[in-house]
C-alpha cells in the first residue's frame, strides 16, 4: 500500500509516488527551487573556512 502524498496527504499515486498527482510533485519540485528545503551541510565548518582564501593565493602566483 502506497502513503498519503507528502503535500496534500491524499493517497499517493504509484506514477507520481510520493505524490498523488503531477500539481504536488510540481509543487514539491518548486519548494526546493525555492530553497524552502534545504539539505544541512556538515561540511562548511566556519573555523575551517578561516585562510582559505591565503591558500588559494599562493596556488595561483
Do not use: H
Not at 23 to 43: H, I, M, N, S
Amino acid at each position: 500500500m502506497l502513503k498519503a502524498c507528502a503535500i496534500c496527504g491524499k493517497p499517493s499515486v504509484a506514477r507520481y509516488a510520493p505524490f498523488c498527482s503531477l500539481r504536488c510533485a510540481d509543487a514539491d519540485l518548486g519548494r526546493w527551487f525555492g530553497e524552502v528545503y534545504r539539505v544541512p551541510d556538515t561540511t562548511a565548518d566556519p573555523d575551517a573556512m578561516k585562510g582559505s582564501d591565503d591558500e588559494d593565493d599562493n596556488l595561483t602566483g
